[in-house]
């Protein structure tokens, strides 16, 4: 089965700083999700990429897919507080489920 | 609200007990997801439904689980004889078929289980 690895677990970064997650697959990649959670909540839809290639942006938030590297990063230009939480990671499996990995902790220092 | 409705926020229970969770999917939508999250870990998938039909069980799902979705409205997630090891973050999310395969998948804000 698919297994998604996030890098790094935790990052703790200056407000203003810019940051970059990775998520890397086990397998191809066919669709990469990004949610964010805060801490004992719900997930929150970031971005979905859907072919090799694909950037996209919203707000101060930048992901790209890169299929060959399976890989797929989130990048943060110029956090804020509310860029904190913890961020995730997801892949289709088959056509019925999103498989995640385990998140990336970010706490931003002011 | 038109969103993902879950209740109860948080459950505290004793070992052995019944314990069962509600989900409210977006009205639209005919898919339903459970997933199950602890501490430090990303939400493993338990199982999924498309209108009232289950139609995949994850193997964490073990027998004292059980999902159903009359009608194919609202779900509910029943765990019988609870363990320690069941205490954690139950999520709900629904999505729609137009969506694609897998399609966004819209989460609430899921109910914490806590099995003393």
């Known amino acids: 089965s698919q297994e998604l690895e996030q890098s790094p677990q935790s990052l703790i970064v200056q407000e203003g700083k810019n940051l970059t997650i990775n998520c890397t697959s086990s397998?191809?990649?066919?669709?990469l999700y990004w949610y964010k959670q805060k801490y004992g909540e719900g997930l929150i839809f970031l971005m979905m990429l859907q072919k090799g290639g694909e950037e996209k942006s919203h707000e101060k938030i930048t992901a790209k897919l890169d299929e060959k590297k399976q890989q797929s990063s989130l990048h943060i230009t110029a956090s804020q507080p509310s860029h904190a939480g913890i961020y995730l990671c997801g892949a289709p499996q088959g056509a019925q489920k999103l498989v995640f990995g385990q998140g990336t902790r970010l706490t931003i220092n002011p | 609200d038109t969103g993902v409705s879950q209740n109860p926020r948080h459950k505290i229970t004793k070992r052995g007990q019944n314990v069962t969770f509600r989900c409210d999917p977006i009205s639209e939508h005919n898919r339903l997801y459970w997933y199950r999250q602890t501490l430090g870990q990303g939400p493993e998938f338990l199982t999924y439904?498309?209108?009232?039909?289950?139609?995949?069980k994850s193997r964490l799902l073990s027998d004292r689980f059980s999902a159903e979705r009359p009608k194919g409205s609202f779900s509910t997630l029943e765990i019988q004889r609870t363990e320690q090891g069941d205490s954690a973050m139950y999520l709900c999310?629904?999505?729609?078929?137009?969506?694609?395969?897998?399609?966004?998948?819209?989460f609430g804000e899921g109910s914490r289980l806590t099995v003393l």
């Open positions: 397998k191809t990649l066919y669709g």
């Open positions: 439904f498309q209108n009232e039909a289950q139609l995949e």
């Open positions: 999310a629904s999505s729609s078929l137009a969506g694609g395969p897998t399609g966004e998948l819209f």
